[in-house]
């Protein structure tokens, strides 16, 4: 039986070691050529945060050419998030379009026609973190609130189900090397960054080999 592996004292916050954001709209940005031959594409959320990402020209006249194609489609849009004074960018974006055999979001009715700024319908964050789980602050409906920080010094605030983070220790104390993955839906408002309807997953990391 293997023992288990002590969890190394609780930190405030946990170090980010990368985080990546997905936008799922019905809508097709318009684009724009930048300097350095990429497309620049902007999405807006329902909080009015706007997105600026820059895709490669072959995906994205790719995803043109499908969105024309397909009836119902769901464009998303991905990569690393990283907020400044100026707005939120996504470093190292890709863009595709995926068809749905049934109109899945009601009342949503999608148009080929370009807009300036897509709207986004769904907002994911998902976060890497290991060596060092952070302290759990008890919250009411049997939740827990947990901090993370990335390399920028910002914040998320993750409340998560108490169980579900229970669990997470425990499976990390059982490995000798292990990434846990936070994520749920992003929300960007004057108060701060926060995580919600988060779940939290431990996965086993493979030590690496020196030579």
């Known amino acids: 039986m293997t023992q288990a592996k002590a969890i190394q004292p609780k930190i405030p916050k946990a170090k980010a070691l990368a985080k990546e954001i997905k936008l799922k709209c019905d809508q097709l940005p318009k684009g724009k050529f930048t300097p350095d031959k990429k497309i620049e594409i902007q999405l807006i959320d329902e909080d009015g945060i706007i997105y600026t990402a820059n895709v490669s020209p072959k995906s994205y006249r790719q995803a ?54 897509a709207r986004v319908v ?39 189900k108490r169980k579900h983070w229970h669990t997470a220790e425990t499976d990390a104390a059982e490995l000798e090397h292990w990434m846990a993955l936070v994520f749920g839906k992003l929300s960007i408002t004057e108060q701060g960054y926060n995580i919600l309807d988060a779940t939290i997953r431990i996965f086993e990391e493979k030590a690496k080999v020196t030579t």
């Open 122 to 160: 769904k907002r994911e964050i998902s976060i890497k973190f290991s060596t060092e789980f952070p302290r759990a602050v008890p919250m009411p409906n049997k939740q827990v609130k947990v901090e993370l920080i990335d390399d920028d010094e910002i914040t998320y605030i993750a409340p998560i």
């Open 64 to 117: 043109e050419a499908e969105v024309a194609e397909f009836e119902n489609w769901m464009l998303v849009v991905s990569g690393k998030l990283q907020i400044t004074e100026q707005g939120c960018d996504i470093l190292g974006a890709g863009i595709k379009v995926f068809e749905w055999k049934e109109n899945i979001l009601e009342g949503i009715k999608r148009t080929k026609t370009k807009v300036a700024q």
